[in-house]
């Protein structure tokens, strides 16, 4: 039988030295991050940043985080300061991106961060793509690797159902452990969380002073206005299914095993919620159910990020 998959890989020192040629190239590779996986670009290439914005048909004005192996060479994109130190020295690398000015001499194309003055950037854990990233000499800029406004990838496969055959290397580093993007921190003027994630609030505020969320004229994050985080079927919260071609999405112990019920931790752990999250949806909308409805989850720690894709996925 011929492997379908034939462009997923798994990471030799062969296929680390490919993947490295492939990005200087100005093409594009998807690759595993803690989080979800990545559609990865060379940051400095005009041509990879189109591609990435024309395959996923993502708005132009949509910025693309920026990522990193560790501090050497950052500073050269963007102005760090003191909240930047104190929160990168707790939770990096790691599941957290950092909205700082954007130099003015840095070689990041306008195109990544449409237009803004800031930078959004950060340094991924896991170990592939870590090791990729010390190898390189250029940032990686690498949004989800998902069409625009539907779920991220949570392993390989996810990814080459998103694209198929268009990107030639889909890295496999099984499925990613968070399962949820990461938390997005503006640090560029008064420190707001502008997208939740599994580094939370309350653990950040221990750091330092974090002002509210507030609508402001100028729009600081574009894309986190739209639609996003879809399945393709449509989402209902808070309420139980009727029928059986209905899915029912559901949180804690006291919910029964029946064949449309799908439980996002049976032991109550939120944690383990949002890394079933994506792939639950994924999952219940392969096998064909015409709605997802979900039950109330905890608004609370990794709750208000599961509930924050929730809400716009039901929008
Ligand atoms: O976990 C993650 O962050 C994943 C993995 C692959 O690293 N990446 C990811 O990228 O979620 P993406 O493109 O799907 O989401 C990036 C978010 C968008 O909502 C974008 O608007 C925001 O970050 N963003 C990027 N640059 C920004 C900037 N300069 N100012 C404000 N928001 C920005
Ligand atoms: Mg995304």
């Not at 050497?72 to 909240?83: F, G, I, P, S, T």
């Not at 989402?235 to 059986?244: A, C, E, R, S």
Request: aromatic fraction near 8%; proline fraction near 5%; glycine fraction near 6%.
């Amino acid at each position: 039988m011929k492997n379908i998959y034939s462009n997923i890989y798994s990471l030799s020192k062969k296929m680390l030295k490919k993947t490295a040629k492939t990005l200087e190239e100005g093409n594009l590779v998807s690759l595993p991050t803690e989080t979800v996986y990545g559609l990865a670009g060379n940051a400095y290439s005009k041509k990879a940043l189109n591609s990435i914005y024309k395959l996923k048909k993502r708005p132009k004005k949509n910025p693309l985080i920026i990522h990193y192996y560790n501090l050497k060479n950052v500073d050269k994109d963007a102005v760090l300061n003191e909240k930047f130190y104190k929160l990168y020295k707790k939770f990096c690398p790691g599941p957290i991106t950092f909205i700082l000015k954007k130099k003015d001499k840095s070689k990041i194309s306008s195109l990544a961060t449409a237009k803004l003055n800031t930078v959004a950037i950060r340094f991924p854990s896991h170990k592939i793509i870590r090791s990729l990233l010390k190898i390189i000499n250029f940032p990686l800029a690498m949004p989800s690797a998902n069409h625009s406004s539907g779920l991220s990838p949570v392993n390989a496969f996810d990814v080459y159902d998103e694209f198929k055959k268009k990107i030639s290397i889909i890295i496999n580093g099984g499925q990613s452990k968070i399962g949820i993007e990461s938390t997005v921190i503006d640090l560029s003027e008064h420190p707001r969380i502008l997208r939740s994630g599994i580094i939370s609030l309350s653990e950040i505020k221990k750091l330092i002073k974090i002002f509210p969320y507030k609508k402001q004229k100028k729009i600081k994050s574009p894309g986190m206005l739209t639609k996003h985080y879809s399945p393709g079927i449509p989402v209902i919260l808070n309420k139980k299914p009727k029928n059986l071609s209905h899915a029912y999405m559901v949180f804690g112990g006291k919910f029964e095993n029946k064949s449309n019920y799908f439980n996002l931790s049976k032991k109550g752990n939120l944690k383990e919620a949002a890394s079933n999250l994506y792939k639950t949806m994924r999952k219940i909308k392969k096998k064909g159910f015409k709605k997802i409805f979900v039950s109330k989850i905890p608004n609370l720690g990794p709750g208000i990020a599961i509930n924050d894709r929730l809400k716009r996925a039901a929008k």
